[in-house]
């Protein structure tokens, strides 16, 4: 959706604004509304008017558990920079929303904020572990379709920014059988990305319940602690509806606690500089492409047939994402487990490059070149 969105403001030849739409809407002390905050992650780099038009129809063909994330947002962020306004007023702002908003979650349960992270010292933070994960699906099905994602692959890196990646786990899975007239819309969005066949794929394939089980004895911490997961902040709905439909299908219970990755980003780069990162320099630092065709972070599959969205690749660019981001800033002397050896000594400068996330979508991503 975000690609979709960015994509089509540059095809009409709309330059962003030089201060981001938060920055500005924070200076005019306007709440914030859900669909804001929507526009605000799709397209950062663009003035709200111009935005709104390339978002509508994303924003309406969100499910209303998606929608649920952005109203916590508003209200959360209103409650604290507006507490004598209620999200009521904030909703019927001058910002559109292009669309009637609830709040009933039905289907999925509140996912944890960054709160819930906190060290005594930069000592503790620095030897924290954190599970970065991934899965993969045939596309996205409509909300009135009850499997909403055919997950096909998983991935998970066990991480600290003391060690850098220590362990990973990857694993193709066996899909469900797509609804009945999606056949060709789920493998052509497999196409269009990952690549893995429905039918016909050569390589062995794991079941939900090996799945689920394995990843609970790799993500398990000590002395019986919840596992953290950590995975990008846009994917966080289709890998916790993943997550849990197998276990719904498995029978195996098991509590974990899904993350958004910026909100750890937030708590290092607050924890260090005391103060907020602007959201276009997290997604910068995210999507950098510089790692796409490094050796050893795609699957032996993935790379074999030069293939770039991997969901173990994905898990590991976080890592390297963070490594690179902080590591001199705590101390800690990169290795060949926190970057690709080839790209540890390389340039900041940044640049663009489109890509195809899924069928029909296209996202404006930034990498970064050698001088």
């Known amino acids: 959706m975000r690609g979709r969105a960015a994509a089509t403001a540059g095809a009409r030849g709309q330059r962003p604004s ?35 038009p390339y978002c509508s129809q994303a924003w309406e063909s969100l499910a209303e ?49 960054a ?7 930069d000592q503790e933070m620095v030897a924290d572990i954190f599970y970065f994960l991934d899965i993969y699906s045939y596309g996205k099905l409509p909300p009135h ?25 990857h694993h193709f899975i066996d899909p469900e059988v797509p609804p009945r007239g999606f056949r060709y819309h789920c493998q052509a969005a497999g196409d269009e ?8 794929f050569h390589l062995p394939r794991s079941c939900y319940a090996v799945v689920l089980r394995e990843l609970v004895e790799f993500a398990r911490p000590a002395r019986g602690a919840q596992p953290r997961f950590f995975c990008r902040s846009n994917d966080r709905f289709r890998i916790n509806w993943c997550l849990g439909r197998m276990a719904s299908i498995t029978g195996i219970e098991s509590h974990w606690e899904l993350f958004a990755v910026e909100d750890l980003i937030m708590k290092l780069y607050q924890r260090k500089y ?6 276009v320099w997290m997604h910068r630092k995210l999507d950098v492409c510089l790692w796409d065709f490094s050796s050893n972070t795609r699957c032996k599959w993935h790379e074999e047939n030069d293939i770039i969205c991997c969901a173990l690749a994905s898990c590991k660019k976080m890592g390297y994402c963070i490594s690179k981001s902080f590591a001199s800033a705590y101390g800690v002397s990169l290795t060949a487990a926190h970057l690709p050896l080839q ?5 900041q400068s940044t640049n663009t490059r489109i890509v195809k996330p899924d069928a029909g979508h296209v996202q404006v991503r930034f990498f970064q070149l050698r001088p």
Not at 25 to 47: H, I, K, N, S, Y
Not at 86 to 92: E, I, L, P, R
Not at 274 to 279: I, T
Request: hydrophobic fraction near 35%; include cysteine; proline fraction near 10%.
């Open 18 to 52: 030089a201060a981001p739409f938060g920055e500005a809407m924070a200076r005019r002390g306007r709440p914030r509304t859900p669909f804001a905050w929507f526009v605000r992650e799709q397209l950062p780099e663009v003035p709200v008017a111009d935005a709104v």
């Open 65 to 113: 558990e998606e929608k649920a994330t952005y109203v916590e947002k508003a209200r959360k962020w209103n409650s604290k920079k507006h507490p004598q306004k209620t999200v009521k007023k904030a909703c019927n702002g001058a910002d559109p929303l292009p669309a009637p908003l609830t709040t009933k979650m039905p289907s999925a349960a509140r996912l944890p904020d």
């Open 115 to 121: 709160c819930a992270l906190s060290w005594k010292d």
């Open 145 to 169: 379709c009850e499997q909403r994602f055919l997950p096909c692959e998983i991935g998970c890196v066990r991480y600290s920014l003391q060690d850098g990646i220590v362990a990973d786990f």
């Open 193 to 200: 990305t990952h690549k893995i066949p429905i039918s016909g």
């Open 274 to 279: 005391q103060k907020e990162p602007s959201v």
């Open 343 to 347: 790209s540890s000594d390389c340039d």
